[in-house]
């Protein structure tokens, strides 16, 4: 049995006259013990899929089951089962951090002692804080709180909206860490992100772009897909350059990732020709090209352009 | 059983940490006795009169004695002319005038009959009423002294007794009426802030995916505030008794059991109200407007509900604090006991049991 299937799932909000849809025709399954991302930017329908998956909407149309259970008709057994960690900061800001977790430990009818060890190595690093009120605790400490708290009860399945938005670098690394300690203990995560560099932590990612799945399959998959050549360039004058590259005719893509712009040329154009002649058109300096394997993030990039 | 405990414990502490409105929840009550007792009161007592006193006589300095050391008049000016009359009640220092006119104890003696003339400033009517009331029965009494040296034929005499009030105290009213608005307040609009606060911290949607019971979440979010509640009962009977004077004629015990009652019965409304709203600004606003008028006006204790026109008088059936009013007057002044109460405790009971009943059938178990 999947962990996770989701059938044609249709969700629309009406916002005046308008109608915005949030969830178009969405279908994907995740395996038990699998850590499933959803990658794509703000406004994608990410956080709409995961409440229609945690019973808190209904969808239009579709069906979707988590272990099993129908998200309507079964709802309770889902809630008895999962856990669900808001992309918005969702504890009691007034509540210390050890109040907070006993609070969720006892509603799903059990004990910090019980599953102490699940949430052990997380819990460690704010345990100095326990006394602290949760709306006085960093933002990376805040989703650490979080995390504990949807894990307290030992869900089989694990919802993380957003969960590294707004945390800083180290932690969002340490947060992955965790997240994969806890695919060991054979908890099913779906997590979601904006942030395209996550996506090849996970097993398996969706690409959303408003409200459509764009590709779902493993990292490498998605890059065995990618036919294309890709070229790193970088100059002293980046900016020049990149304005350059988008205003010849034979480039199809190009976008800057940290030190280098990726360059997708059309299929006809001769490449390493025509970049020597940009370079000596415009007299760059410290002009550097190469040809590089294809990385999940140029994947994502194609993909969101088609 | 500790799911729901532990979601007591955590409502408390929601209100135990916000320490501003725990204040104002147990001072509240205090405060509004306090004015209402004190300064909004409507008996009226040491009201300016002057007097203007053309006949000097014995009987006129008489009657002006006897009226200016009652504890209903103060005498701040004697006049000497008419025309100051009018003078003095423009500028404002008075509320009513009284003119003897010459000759007075002789027209009284000799032709058997003697005019007063009591001017009241009537831009107050119930005021202007109350003190010429007044002021005529202390005349009434100098004439029966008079009459009681020589016997009349016939005389009738009315003997009135004011019934569980001798004194006409305003208090005996208006204690009743304030534990019915404060409670109503206090509770409705503690607890329809308690389920909006979730929803807009994002909390709810925390709580939703989990094993808790629609029914648990409600019932837990009254209890900590039946406890403010109580203490808001107590310290309004012990200011009523102690520093108001009005005493609890009936049963103490049953004076409770029906004021928690009624508690329960406004944070049901409370509840009604945070199911549907969706800021904590909107459930303030509805509590305040579906709830402070309509007690105001429909529980009786401003205004009589007999005077009102029939429809009104109908729709003062759906509000609790009549029912409640009712009870506390009854048990608290009148000294009744459950036998004279059992049909308005009937009436909040089944309220009560609608509006939780609907609270948790409107309870979503979604967003939105």
């Known amino acids: ?306 | 059983m500790k799911q729901f405990l532990i979601f007591v414990k955590k409502e408390w502490l929601h209100i135990w940490r916000d320490r501003r409105t725990l204040f104002i929840l147990i001072w509240m009550p205090v405060v509004q006795i306090v004015l209402y007792g004190f300064a909004l009161t409507n008996e009226v007592k040491n009201s300016n009169i002057a007097i203007l006193d053309q006949a000097h006589d014995e009987a006129s300095i008489t009657i002006a004695n006897k009226i200016a050391a009652s504890r209903y008049f103060n005498l701040v000016k004697n006049l000497y002319s008419y025309n100051d009359i009018e003078a003095t009640f423009k500028q404002g220092k008075i509320r009513m005038a009284i003119v003897f006119p010459s000759g007075f104890r002789h027209d009284l003696l000799h032709a058997n009959s003697a005019q007063i003339q009591i001017i009241a400033d009537a831009s107050d009517p119930n005021t202007a009423n109350t003190l010429t009331n007044y002021a005529a029965t202390i005349v009434t009494d100098y004439q029966a002294t008079l009459n009681h040296e020589q016997k009349l034929p016939y005389t009738i005499s009315t003997q009135v007794r004011m019934l569980y009030n001798p004194e006409l105290k305003g208090a005996y009213n208006f204690v009743p009426g304030v534990m019915a608005l404060v409670l109503m307040l206090v509770c409705a609009m503690m607890t329809s802030m308690a389920i909006v606060k979730e929803k807009e911290m994002g909390t709810m949607e925390v709580i939703l995916v989990s094993p808790l019971k629609p029914f648990r979440i409600i019932i837990a979010k009254t209890v900590p505030y039946l406890f403010v509640s109580f203490i808001n009962i107590i310290t309004i009977l012990l200011l009523s008794v102690y520093a108001l004077d009005v005493p609890i004629s009936g049963s103490v015990w049953l004076l409770l059991a029906e004021s928690i009652l009624f508690t329960i019965t406004s944070l049901s409304i409370g509840i009604l109200i945070s199911n549907s709203a969706t800021t904590q600004q909107a459930a303030m606003f509805m509590a305040m407007l579906s709830l402070f008028l309509p007690t105001l006006l429909f529980s009786g204790f401003m205004f009589p509900i007999e005077n009102m026109p029939f429809p009104l008088q109908i729709i003062s059936n759906i509000v609790p604090a009549k029912w409640y009013f009712v009870i506390i007057k009854a048990v608290m002044i009148k000294g009744l006991g459950f036998a004279a109460i059992w049909k308005e405790t009937l009436i909040l009971i089944g309220m009560t049991a609608a509006l939780l009943g609907i609270s948790i059938y409107q309870f979503k178990i979604r967003l939105a």
């Open chain 1, 1 to 306: 049995m999947k962990a996770i299937t989701v059938e044609n799932i249709v969700k629309t909000y009406r916002i005046k006259k308008g109608v915005v849809e949030a969830l178009n025709d969405i279908s994907f399954s995740v395996d038990r013990g699998e850590i499933f991302g959803i990658i794509g930017p703000d406004g994608a329908g990410k956080t709409s899929l995961f409440r229609v998956l945690t019973t808190l909407l209904r969808a239009d149309s579709g069906t979707a089951t988590i272990d099993g259970f129908d998200v309507i008709k079964g709802y309770k057994q889902i809630r008895n089962r999962v856990g669900y960690m808001p992309g918005r900061f969702s504890l009691y800001q007034d509540l210390s951090v050890q109040e907070n977790l006993e609070f969720f430990a006892a509603i799903f009818d059990t004990t910090i002692a019980q599953n102490y060890d699940l949430i052990k190595e997380i819990y460690q690093q704010i345990e100095p804080f326990k006394a602290r009120k949760a709306g006085q605790l960093s933002g990376g400490m805040k989703q650490k709180l979080a995390l504990c708290c949807a894990l307290i009860h030992k869900p089989s399945v694990l919802f993380l909206d957003e969960p590294t938005t707004g945390v800083d670098a180290v932690s969002r690394k340490e947060f992955w860490e965790m997240l994969h300690r806890l695919k060991i203990q054979g908890i099913t995560i779906l997590v979601s992100t904006a942030y395209m560099d996550e996506a090849s932590l996970c097993d398996k990612v969706a690409l959303m772009q408003k409200g459509r799945l764009l590709s779902v399959n493993t990292t490498q998959g998605i890059i065995a897909q990618f036919k294309k050549t890709i070229w790193a360039i970088k100059a002293t004058e980046m900016f020049r350059l990149m304005n350059e590259l988008k205003n010849s005719e034979a480039i199809e893509s190009c976008y800057p990732f940290g030190q280098y712009h990726h360059v997708v040329f059309k299929p006809a154009a001769n490449n390493s020709e025509l970049l020597k002649n940009i370079a000596v058109r415009g007299h760059f300096t410290q002009f550097e090209m190469k040809q590089i394997e294809p990385g999940i993030e140029d994947c994502f990039m194609e993909l969101m352009q088609a």
